[in-house]
Structure formats: structure tokens, C-alpha cells
């Protein structure tokens, strides 16, 4: 049976390989050690390869979050944008997509949260400055952490009295870029 199916996955054996009972001994033994040595080097070639894998992988630099897996893949990240000014929302969003992530956006702060329970995001960008009706960009900013948001929450200001740890307002395809690969 097992050299039966040896057979089917080396149908270039010689005839003298064709082990069946009307062979006699010397043709049994010839084809069994034909045999015996085509698995052997099929064999030292997979452990060759194992080998280089194992040297391919020691060299990969594994990604450390899903962010950075998404990147090594080039898969787009999912981001929310919360800008209170339609007009930097919609420019946002497109400077965002044309780069080629995803992205939603939102006009104020009860949104935002709406969306955080709703949708998983590798980022959220949230402007500072949302006006009166919604909570402060860094105040909204632990409010969705406190909801479940796990990915990357970045306060946005272009304001230049605000510098701690709030990051300059995007406002061109280049500050985008750099802003989303920064992530």
C-alpha cells in the first residue's frame, strides 16, 4: 500500500521501480533503493529550506501593534477625524482617502463616542478646540479611551499657545501624510 502510493507521486520511476510481485528480488531491491535515495535528498532539500526560513525569520522585525501590522501589509487604517468645521472635516477626509486609509468623521464630541462604541479605529484625531456644545479635544480624548477605544488617540490644536502634548492641526496633503504615518 505505502509503495503504491510512493508510486503515484513519482511516476518517473523506471519500470524496474514497479514493485509488484511478478519482480524478483533483485528488481524489488533496485527500486526500493531508487527509492530509498530520491526521499533522501527530497528530504536533505526541505531541511535546506527550513533552514533559510528560520534564518529569514530570525532576521523580521515583527510588528508590535496592529497599526504596525496594517503598515508592514499596507492594509488602510480605519481613522476617525472629529473636527467641529465642515470645511477641514471634508478636506480631511479626502487628503485621508487619497493617501488610501479609511476614515470617518464626525462634527462634535457626542458623535465621536457614538462611534467609538459602534467601531473599533486605529486612530482617532480629535481637533481641541470642538466648540461650546462638546467637551475639550483632550477631555473627549479620555472620555473615548474610557469607552474601549484601544488604538492611538492624538489631539490636534492650530493654536500656538496650546503645545503640550497636543500636535499641530493638519492643514495640507503633506502635514496629513506625516501626521498618518507618524501613527
Not at 481613522?79 to 486609509?101: A, C, M, P, Q, Y
Not at 467609538?116 to 483632550?138: F, K, Q, R
Amino acid at each position: 500500500m505505502m509503495l503504491n502510493l510512493l508510486m503515484d507521486y513519482y511516476p518517473s520511476l523506471p519500470p524496474s521501480a514497479q514493485l509488484d510481485q511478478s519482480l524478483d528480488l533483485q528488481e524489488r531491491y533496485s527500486g526500493l533503493l531508487y527509492l530509498s535515495e530520491k526521499l533522501t535528498k527530497e528530504n536533505n532539500s526541505l531541511k535546506e529550506e527550513i533552514i533559510d526560513l528560520k534564518k529569514e525569520l530570525s532576521t523580521y522585525k515583527q510588528p508590535q501593534s496592529t497599526i504596525e501590522l496594517k503598515k508592514h501589509l499596507k492594509i488602510p487604517l480605519k481613522i476617525l477625524f472629529v473636527e467641529d468645521n465642515e470645511i477641514t472635516r471634508k478636506i480631511g477626509s479626502k487628503i485621508v482617502s487619497s493617501i488610501g486609509h479609511d476614515i470617518t468623521t464626525c462634527a462634535n464630541g457626542f458623535e465621536a463616542i457614538g462611534q467609538v462604541v459602534c467601531s473599533e479605529y486605529d486612530a482617532v484625531i480629535i481637533d481641541y478646540n470642538l466648540g461650546n456644545n462638546s467637551p475639550n479635544g483632550i477631555e473627549l480624548g479620555k472620555i473615548i479611551n474610557e469607552k474601549g477605544h484601544k488604538g492611538i488617540t492624538l489631539i490636534v490644536s492650530c493654536e500656538t499657545i496650546i503645545k503640550d502634548s497636543i500636535i499641530d492641526k493638519p492643514n495640507s496633503e503633506d502635514s496629513w501624510t506625516r501626521l498618518i504615518s507618524d501613527i
